[in-house]
């Protein structure tokens, strides 16, 4: 018999939609562990190009990734992520990852070894886990579902007042776009639209419906 997963609260959405800031405080919230994992893809992008692969032969990538040794683990209720022993957590949002992320990303070989990444994290604790797929492939079977959304006009601002050159428009046709688990709403995910809330009203909803569907809290 496999393993059983500890709850999951999947929160879904497009880039600087304000997933990240809502997931990190709704597992403060809740007492549950935080798992970006964008952070995982960008991880494994940082080390194709720190080795001098060209993300675009996506052959060597995933073989590449097939044989380096990624290690996720939970320290203090977030995700640390390791690969080859290294911690690349200060250069996950460099421009050269932030431009090269998507394409690495859509490789089906690289997907099937962070999916599997993913679930690992479910064996230990209670999570909220914030992404693309999140809802629909990672976890189809959790009910606590959200997705998150904001135009694209407060999302391009938002990345801006982070002081970062992100195509986001770019990112998000890739990662809409892509033969293998594409950012998708899921069929039972509620959606929210952050465009004109705060983080806190956006948690503060997110907290009400989990409570309608009988999360113990
Ligand atoms: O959430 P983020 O912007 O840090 O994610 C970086 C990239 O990783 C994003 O452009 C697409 C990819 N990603 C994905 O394909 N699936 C996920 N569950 C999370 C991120």
């Known amino acids: ?23 990190r405080e709704l597992a403060r919230r809740l007492h549950f562990a935080y798992v970006n994992s964008g952070a ?7 080390h194709i190009l720190q080795k001098g ?17 990624i290690s ?10 390791l690969i080859d022993d290294v911690d690349p957590a200060e250069y996950l949002r460099d421009d050269r990852v932030n431009e090269n992320v998507s394409r690495v990303s859509s490789l089906p070989r690289v997907r099937a070894i962070v999916v599997q990444k993913l ?6 604790q209670d999570l909220v886990m914030e992404g693309r797929d999140i809802g629909s492939v990672v976890f189809p079977d959790t009910p606590y579902k959200f997705y998150v959304d904001a135009s694209p006009d407060v999302r391009s601002r938002r990345r801006a007042a982070q002081g970062q050159r992100d195509e986001i428009a770019v990112r998000d046709q890739a990662d809409s776009s892509r033969r293998v688990s594409p950012l998708v ?17 956006v948690v ?10 009988g999360l113990r809290i």
């Open 119 to 124: 679930r690992g994290y479910a064996h230990h």
């Open 72 to 81: 996720c683990r939970l320290q203090n209720n977030e995700s640390r992520i």
């Open 185 to 201: 709403v899921a069929k039972d995910a509620h959606v929210i639209d952050t465009s004109h809330l705060t983080i806190e009203g």
């Open 204 to 213: 503060s909803e997110i907290i009400a419906q989990l409570k309608r569907m």
């Open 1 to 23: 018999m496999g393993k059983r997963f500890h709850r999951v609260v999947a929160i879904d959405g497009p880039a600087a939609s304000g997933k990240s800031s809502v997931a």
């Open 53 to 69: 692969i060209d993300p675009g032969d996506s052959d060597r990538v995933a073989q590449t990734v097939e044989s380096a040794r």
């Open 40 to 46: 995982i893809y960008r991880v494994i992008t940082w």
